[in-house]
């Protein structure tokens, strides 16, 4: 029997490893069923975190999530077991490879094959916010991290150097509204005062924007906001890049030829950070 423990990680009193006490050899020779172990030097307990029949491989740990590569799915993913919840979940359903997890805080980061070459990849767990650290052409893999800053090791140069993402990544977007178009979408929608105005939202700030959404608007003349809220935009590159040709619809009284109004947005950076655009709404 192979009684192995490899790869241990420790964050406070938890220390976690690949555990090799159920593991197996088949025809060939090769081991399998490797699981991921914990133990809590406060209290002296010892307990298995992960132990399905596929391979777990080099957990990390961070406060009380646990992390690990996980071969279940018939690829490598990312796995992660809140203690404070006993909860486990598969955080990178993308089909392709994720493998080698490091973590820190409400940070994780992996080695990641989706674009067809290795990557490195980032998730704020509290928020959901995931995102491509680097997504260079060469190969890029054994990340780790401290808060949100990022290293790991990169071939671009033609040899292995090291590199970093940290604080730029979390730069804020900044977010404005184009020139609006309105239209009568119909026959209807005239007669009912309805008038659709297409919108393009240019992100022209240095940080990405995620889960974009309008939450209100307010306007002059009596003019009354008609489309359901939140509106989801989904998210937004750097600066340059934007959602074009989104639709609000207005409820414009008879006689109205004119009127003002202001469009409410939030986003998010990648850090989980949170902005109001504008400003914050308050309602009409």
Known sequence: M????????????????ED???????????????????????????????TDTSDQYSPAVAGNRVYWMDYRNGNWDIYMLDLATGVESRITPDPADQSWPAADGDFVTWKDTRNGNEDIYRLNVVSGIQEAVTTDAASQK???????????????????????????????PGLSLGSPTPY?????????????????????????????????????????????????????????????NFTLKYTVPPGVLTFNTTTYIVAGDACGNRYDYPGPYYGS
Not at 144 to 155: A, F, L, R, Y
């Open 142 to 172: 054994i990340p780790s991290i401290s808060g949100s800053t990022v290293v790991w090791v990169d071939k671009r140069a033609g040899n292995w150097d090291i590199y970093q993402a940290g604080a730029d990544s979390c730069k804020a």
């Open 20 to 50: 090799w006490r159920n593991a197996y050899q088949d025809d060939w020779g090769w081991w399998h069923n490797p699981d991921i172990y914990m133990k809590n030097l406060s209290t002296g307990v010892e307990q298995s975190v992960c």
């Open 184 to 244: 009568w979408g119909s026959l209807a929608d005239y007669n009912t005062g309805t008038l659709s105005v297409d919108w393009t939202l240019v992100n022209a700030g240095d940080g990405n924007g995620y889960d974009v959404n309008v939450v209100g608007s307010t306007s002059t003349n009596g003019v009354v906001f008609a489309t359901p809220l939140s509106l989801p935009l989904g998210d937004l590159g750097g600066s340059g890049t934007g959602i074009s």
């Open 2 to 17: 192979k009684k192995d423990k490899r790869r241990p990680d420790i964050d406070g009193d938890i220390v976690v490893w």
